[in-house]
C-alpha cells in the first residue's frame, strides 16, 4: 500500500512538474518573447565609422553607445518588421580616428566586404562630408546624426538624410521664442565667431530675424581665440541693441556673457551658442548667467512623449525619455547627452524607413524615409523629400533661471516657462 502511495505521489510531482515547465514555456513565448514569435527572417546590417581615436573621439564613444543602447531596444521590441518576418539588426563598425582621409576607404570595405544593408554617417561635418560621397557611389542610403552642416545636402546627393538640426536652424527656435513676446521694441545683436559653424549659425539667424519681422540693429564677426569683446560690446550698446545673440564656443561664449555683464549691457534677452547647455556656465559667471538661453539639440530633461506625438498626430516609436536615460545609465554607468540620442534616434529613422518600404532595397529605402514622420525621446522627426535635410527636428531652448538649468522651448519639451525680459540684466 506504502509503495502504490509512493508511485502515485511521484507520478502526480511528475505531472506538475510538466504542467508547469509548459505553462512556463508558453508564458515566455508568449509573453516574453511577444512579436518574436514571429517567423526569423534574418539580420539587417547597419555600417558606420566612429571615432574612438582623435579629435572626435569622446563624441565618437558617445555616439557608438548611442547606437548600442537603440540596437538593443530594438532587437528587444520585436526587431525590424519585413515582408511578414522579424529581423534583428546589428552594427558593424570601424575606427576612422577622427580622420575623412580613413574616411572613404572604410565605408566603401563596409559595403564591398561587411555588405551591410544601410549606412549611418560619422560624427561631425567634416567626416560626414567624407562619407556622404562613397555612400552615392554605391548607391547606399546614409543617415546624418552628427553632421550639421546644410553645405552637404546642397551637393544633390540622393542618398543622403539628416536626423539632427542643420546649423542655419539653430537659432531659429530662440528667435521664435523672442518674436512670441510680442515686444515691438526688440533690437538685436549678432556678434558671432567667425567660423565655418557659426558663420552658417548666423546666416540662418539672420534669415530668421528678417522672417519674424524683428529689428537687427548689429552685426560683428570675431576672430577665433577672440577674449576681449569691450569694443564690440560698446558698439552694439550705441547702436541701442538690447538683444544678444551669437557666440561659438565654450570660452568665448563665457568671455562675452561675462564682459557685457560687466559692462552693464542692459539685455532683455541673451541667447549664447554652447557655452550655457554645460554646468561650468554657471559656475564661472554666477547671477549673470541667469536669464541666458542656449540652442541644444537634446537636453536630460526634455518632455517628449507618446502623447506629444498623439496630439501631432504622429507615431512615437523608441523608449520614452525616461525610460532611454535609466536604460543608458544601466548599460554604460553614466548619463547620456545629447551625441548618444541622436545616434540612437538615426537607427530609430532607420528602422521605420526600412519597414515602411517594406525591403532593404536602397532606393526603396530611400523613398520610403521621405514619409516618415515620428516622434522619439530625440525629437520630431521629417526629412524634405528633395534634399534629405532635416526640417521637422527643433532645436530645444534652455535657460539658466535662479541656478537651475531649464528647458524653455518648444512647448512640447519645456520644463519651464521663458523668463523675459531677464530682471536680473534689464531691470539693473
Known amino acids: 500500500m506504502k509503495s502504490r502511495l509512493a508511485i502515485s505521489t511521484a507520478a502526480i ?26 517567423e526569423f527572417g534574418g539580420v539587417i546590417k547597419i555600417g558606420v565609422t566612429v571615432s574612438l581615436k582623435g579629435k572626435y573621439q569622446r563624441e565618437g564613444d558617445l555616439a557608438i553607445k548611442g547606437m548600442q543602447l537603440a540596437v538593443r531596444w530594438v532587437n528587444e521590441h520585436g526587431g525590424v518588421k519585413l515582408g511578414g518576418k522579424r529581423y534583428n539588426i546589428t552594427l558593424v563598425y570601424y575606427d576612422d580616428e ?16 561587411d555588405q551591410v544593408d544601410i ?32 553645405s552637404i545636402f546642397q551637393q544633390g546627393y540622393k542618398y543622403a538624410v539628416q536626423v539632427l538640426t542643420p546649423a542655419t536652424k539653430y ?44 529689428n ?13 569683446f569691450a569694443a564690440i560690446i560698446e ?47 554657471y559656475k564661472q559667471l554666477g547671477d549673470a548667467a541667469n536669464g541666458v538661453m542656449a540652442p541644444a539639440q537634446w537636453e536630460i530633461g526634455v518632455k517628449y512623449s507618446p502623447e506629444a506625438a498623439s496630439q501631432l498626430g504622429i507615431e512615437w516609436y523608441g523608449p520614452t525619455n ?12 553614466e548619463t547620456p547627452d545629447y551625441h548618444a540620442v541622436e545616434a540612437s534616434a538615426a537607427i530609430f529613422f532607420a528602422v521605420k524607413a526600412i519597414e515602411k518600404a517594406g525591403s532593404l532595397d536602397s532606393d526603396a529605402i530611400r523613398e520610403a524615409a521621405n514619409q516618415v514622420d515620428i ?9 524634405d523629400p528633395q534634399t534629405g535635410l532635416q526640417i521637422a527636428h527643433q532645436m530645444v531652448v534652455i535657460q539658466w533661471q535662479n541656478g537651475e538649468k531649464k528647458i524653455i522651448y518648444p512647448p512640447e519639451a519645456a520644463e519651464a516657462d521663458p523668463i523675459y525680459p531677464a530682471p536680473n540684466w534689464w531691470e539693473r
Not at 515686444?183 to 546666416?203: G, H, M, Q, R
Not at 537687427?216 to 577665433?224: G, Q
Not at 525616461?322 to 554607468?333: A, I
Open 119 to 150: 549606412l549611418l554617417a560619422p560624427y561631425s561635418s567634416t567626416l560626414t562630408k567624407a562619407a556622404a560621397p562613397v555612400a552615392e557611389q554605391y548607391r547606399k542610403v546614409i543617415i546624418s546624426h552628427g553632421g550639421a552642416s546644410d
Open 171 to 214: 537659432l531659429r527656435s530662440i528667435i521664435t521664442l523672442l518674436k512670441e513676446q510680442n515686444d515691438p521694441d526688440i533690437k538685436i545683436a549678432l556678434i558671432y565667431e567667425n567660423t565655418a559653424f557659426s558663420s552658417t549659425v548666423a546666416k540662418g539667424a539672420r534669415e530668421a530675424i528678417q522672417e519674424e519681422g524683428l
Open 375 to 383: 516622434m522619439t525621446c530625440f525629437g520630431r522627426i521629417r526629412i
Open 235 to 281: 558698439e552694439a550698446k550705441a547702436a541701442g541693441a538690447n538683444v544678444l545673440l551669437g557666440g561659438g564656443h565654450f570660452q568665448d561664449g563665457v568671455a562675452l556673457t561675462q564682459q557685457a555683464w560687466q559692462l552693464g549691457w542692459k539685455l532683455k534677452a541673451i541667447g549664447i551658442l554652447v557655452a550655457p547647455t554645460l554646468p561650468d556656465f
Open 98 to 113: 577622427s580622420s575623412p582621409d580613413r574616411v572613404p576607404q572604410l565605408y566603401s570595405k563596409l559595403v564591398e566586404e
Open 13 to 38: 510531482v511528475l505531472i506538475i512538474v510538466i504542467v508547469l515547465a509548459i505553462a512556463g514555456a508558453a508564458y515566455y513565448f508568449i509573453f516574453m518573447q511577444g512579436p518574436a514569435a514571429e
Open 322 to 333: 525616461e525610460e532611454y536615460v535609466q536604460m543608458y545609465r544601466e548599460m554604460f554607468g
Open 216 to 228: 537687427l540693429v548689429y552685426e560683428f564677426a570675431y576672430e577665433k581665440g577672440t577674449q576681449d
